[in-house]
């Protein structure tokens, strides 16, 4: 094992700027079932900002942004990306797709795909999985250390609330997010251990280098992890959305959390045994989860409250006020995977595909000017397991 990491330098990236990298299903236009022939897609796609790649799962497509200052810009070219593709053939935002036959998997050609196939093997080949990977920039490698440990706290909280694939090969897996059981199955994958700083980072990457399946450090699958080449801290937590206003939400509650961790105090890291099993609760529950708060186990509603509130200290200045509160829809309403389970019991799987792709092809709803809010964030309290009050005027 090396004692001494090589040199990982970190290109540094001011403003706490903001990119989104979004995983979607393709789906048969007439049947919504699994749709193979990305590269066919990729040839016709020509999107007017941003860019739509593949994966290494054929029938999977993934939709990058610019980097970007606020969470709308960066939604609205996810919105175009989005439009551009479904031209040309159906898409679902969802973690998996809900009918996808177990093994029935074709990975994409390239080196690093062979090399992912050839060590992962049968693990690779299970079912494709879409998630949305979140880069917040980072002034140094530092500090993007220091906002990776405090991130791995809100890990779980995130899971449960983006949980969006509780169906996997037909069938109800009791999860609310199949792809973070699918996910946590892969090597290096999970939540990480909290570093002492960036050369305790390094050094991990240097030796996982050196045991010959991780070439670089963009073959560390974590839920969170320092993104050294672009100056970024990467949040990967998420399950792929089907509601643009959902993910608008969530992507601006972790870009006011990443930057709260990055230049506040740092404090205990959580343990990784606690981590982990709080994130088994938040797959497997989702909204329904008791995640930790404080001293005890509280429920997730609670917890989300709590996060939107600090969130909130930063939201006007990041931004995303707006988008932050729309998240009060998703903690009332419900999140993705719950809205699948309504669909199945209003008209089974047929449901639950249509609506999956009407909502991943829908406009992203923009607040009536009535409904906007001054972000006197200095008044906003929480009351009970989760409403907003407060001389905002923002009530649940």
Do not use: K
Not at 9 to 29: H, I, K, Q
Not at 112 to 130: F, K, N
Not at 143 to 152: D, E, F, H, L, S
Not at 165 to 174: E, I
């Amino acid at each position: 094992m090396p004692a001494l990491c090589e040199s990982l330098s970190f290109r540094p990236c001011e403003d706490f700027s903001l990119g989104l990298e979004e995983e979607v299903l393709m789906a048969s236009p007439s049947s919504l079932r699994p749709y193979g022939g990305t590269d066919a897609v990729l040839a016709l796609v020509d999107p007017v900002a941003g860019t739509i790649t593949g994966e290494v799962s054929d029938g999977v497509l993934e939709l990058v942004t610019p980097v970007h200052g606020r969470v709308a810009e960066a939604i609205d070219v996810l919105g175009g990306l989005r439009a551009e593709a479904g031209r040309h053939v159906s898409l679902l935002g969802a973690g998996v797709h809900p009918v996808w036959r177990f093994g029935d998997v074709r990975l994409r050609e390239g080196a690093r795909y062979q090399l992912i196939g050839d060590s992962m093997r049968a693990l690779m080949r299970q079912t494709p999985h879409c998630g949305v990977h979140v880069h917040v920039g980072m002034p140094d490698g530092e500090t993007a250390v220091r906002a990776c440990n405090g991130m791995r706290a809100w890990i779980p909280l995130l899971q449960a609330l983006g949980a969006n694939s509780p169906f996997w090969y037909g069938r109800d897996s009791g999860l609310a997010s199949s792809r973070s059981v699918i996910c946590n199955s892969f090597p290096r994958a999970g939540v990480p251990r909290a570093f002492a700083g960036y050369d305790d980072f390094a050094a991990t990457v240097a030796e996982l280098q050196a045991l010959g399946d991780c070439p670089d450090y963009s073959f560390l699958w974590w839920d969170v992890r320092p993104h050294p080449r672009l100056g970024t801290l990467e949040i990967r937590a998420l399950d792929a959305q089907s509601s643009l206003d959902d993910l608008a939400g969530l992507v601006a509650l972790i870009h006011c959390l990443a930057v709260h961790e990055a230049t506040a105090p740092a404090g205990r890291p959580a343990s990784a045994e606690g981590v982990r099993e709080l994130c088994f609760r938040a797959c497997r529950d989702g909204l329904d989860a008791r995640l930790w708060l404080d001293d005890g186990l509280r429920p997730a509603r609670e917890v989300a409250y709590r996060a939107v509130a600090l969130a909130g200290a930063y939201a006007a200045d990041l931004g995303c006020w707006e988008e932050l509160m729309l998240l009060r829809r998703l903690l009332e309403q419900g999140n993705g995977a719950q809205r699948q389970r309504r669909h199945a019991r209003a008209g089974g799987m047929r449901v639950v595909l249509r609506r999956l792709a009407d909502e991943t092809l829908a406009p992203a709803l923009r607040r009536r000017a009535d409904d906007t809010t001054t972000p006197g964030v200095q008044t906003m309290t929480i009351h009970g397991e989760g409403r907003f009050h407060g001389a905002t005027g923002v009530a649940a």
